[in-house]
Structures are given as C-alpha cells and as structure tokens.
Nanobody
Framework: VQLQASGGGLVQAGDSLRLACAAS????????KAWFRQTPGKEREFVAA????????YYADSVKGRFTLSRDNAKNTVYLQMNGLKPEDTAVYYC????????????????????WGQGTLVTVSS
C-alpha cells in the first residue's frame, strides 16, 4: 500500500485547506485511516481518524469543530478539510493506514498504523 498526501500550503490564519490522501491498495472495512502532524523536535501528534466503511470519525480536541475527515470510496481517498486554521496548526501532516482492522481504542496511536504518506507541509501565518 502506498499513500500519497497532497494539499498542503501557506495560508493565513482563518483560512481553509483540504488535504487528500490517496491509497494505491484497496481499502477494506475496519481499516484504520488517519492524519497525524509533526513539528520539529516534537513527537507525531494525532489529528483525526476513521475506520474505513464505518461512519464514525474521531478528532483531537485541538481540531474538533474545525477539521472534518471524509472519504471518497470510488477514489480510495481520505480528505481532511481544515477550516479556521491557526498558526499552531503549522506542521507537516502525514496520512496513515493500518495493515489490519483497527480497534477503536487504538485509532489515536502512531503504532497502530503500518503505512505512511510522505507528508505535506501546512504553514499558517498570523
């Protein structure tokens, strides 16, 4: 499975961006799909996740109400719509997918994911 992340860029505070993560392999029900982000010197941080084919989505408290995770089954792509961006959202964003079905309690953990995209930089200026 290869993941291709795209959509990052430089925006001003309050603007919006939509990130996309296209998967080369076929997704299956229950597979964990997520976005994480990372800034220099810090650990990779959970942003949002879903289990493919299951409707619920999960968010970090810091992005809840501003970010929305969605999927396009036909394109095998996961999107992260980011509204109301803040300077503290500045980071490299990585999409991830699990090799097997992911239990709910594990969705937020970096170790739950086996495949990672290359990262896309989001910079939010104040």
């Amino acid at each position: 499975v290869q993941l291709q992340a795209s959509g990052g860029g430089l925006v001003q505070a309050g603007d919006s961006l939509r990130l996309a993560c296209a998967a080369s392999g076929r997704s299956f029900r229950g597979q964990g799909k997520a976005w994480f982000r990372q800034t220099p010197g810090k650990e990779r941080e959970f942003v949002a996740a879903m289990r493919w084919g299951v409707d619920n989505t999960y968010y970090a408290d810091s992005v809840k109400g501003r970010f929305t995770l969605s999927r396009d089954n036909a394109k095998n792509t996961v999107y992260l719509q980011m509204n109301g961006l803040k300077p503290e959202d500045t980071a490299v964003y990585y999409c991830a997918a699990s090799r097997a079905g992911t239990i709910l309690s594990a969705l937020r953990g970096v170790s739950s994911y086996d495949y990672w995209g290359q990262g896309t930089l989001v910079t939010v200026s104040s």
